[in-house]
């Protein structure tokens, strides 16, 4: 059974960085597409960005231009790098596939940026 544990995020100003790791227990996750999620208060869960096993990417409008997602096969491991975050970017962020049943979903990581 595939185990997603996410890790990176915290407190940040708005304009600052953080970069977010996604490292999952077994590496069939190298085989799919990959993307991160985020939950604010009170919304719907929604995907922030994908990636495909070979390196193509897709963003929400929302973060396009400010964050990047990568992937690491060797290591099994995804990351997000969000540049010049705001406010509204404060939710928990989970990473999953993208494109078939969803493998047990993680803790997450809170990323909260204040304004």
């Known amino acids: 059974q595939v185990q997603l544990v996410e890790s990176g995020g915290g407190l940040v100003q708005a304009g600052g960085s953080l970069r977010l790791s996604c490292s999952a227990s077994?590496?069939?996750?190298?085989?799919?597409?990959m993307g991160w999620y985020r939950q604010a208060p009170g919304k719907e869960r929604e995907r922030v960005a994908s990636i495909t096993s070979g390196g193509n990417t897709n963003y929400a409008d929302s973060v396009k231009g400010r964050f990047t997602i990568s992937r690491d096969n060797a290591k099994s491991t995804v990351y997000l790098q969000m540049n010049r975050l705001k406010p509204d970017a404060t939710a928990v962020y989970y990473c999953n596939s993208v494109g078939r049943a969803y493998y047990p979903w993680g803790q997450g990581t809170q990323v909260t940026v204040s304004s």
């Open positions: 077994g590496s069939i996750i190298n085989l799919n597409i």
